[in-house]
């Protein structure tokens, strides 16, 4: 499996970004895919997840309302919505994706056995 992460840059606060998350080698239905991003000097924390094809979705509290993941099955691609961005969403945001994660670990990042390369997002005030 291979995770191409996009849609990352800078942007106002307020605003809106849209990751992408391109996954090669295994059908999106067939897996979880989540995102998980990391701030300079924190450590990388759960920020939303697709589950098994979006039978479910998942949010850290800290974006719920605000960021929406959703997926193209024809694309195979999993997205982040980012609306309502605040300055400390920046980080380097990973998309990560697992064929045999259970539900109690889908915020766990060392569950996961494929990452994408991180594509940044800046807010700015």
């Known amino acids: 499996v291979q995770l191409q992460a996009s849609g990352g840059g800078l942007v106002q606060a307020g605003g809106s970004l849209r990751l992408s998350c391109a996954a090669s080698?295994?059908?999106?239905?067939?897996?979880?895919i989540a995102w998980f991003r990391q701030a300079p000097g924190k450590e990388r924390e759960f920020v939303a997840a697709?589950?098994?094809?979006?039978?479910?979705?998942y949010y850290a509290d800290s974006v719920k309302g605000r960021f929406t993941i959703s997926g193209d099955s024809a694309k195979n691609t999993v997205y982040l919505q980012l609306n309502s961005l605040r300055p400390e969403d920046t980080a380097v945001y990973y998309c990560?994706?697992?064929?045999?994660?259970?539900?109690?670990?889908?915020?766990?990042?060392?569950?996961?056995?494929?990452w994408g390369q991180g594509t940044l997002v800046t807010v700015s005030s």
């Open positions: 990560a994706a697992d064929s045999s994660l259970i539900l109690s670990s889908v915020r766990v990042s060392q569950s996961y056995d494929y």
């Open positions: 080698g295994r059908t999106i239905s067939r897996q979880t």
């Open positions: 697709f589950w098994r094809g979006g039978t479910n979705t």
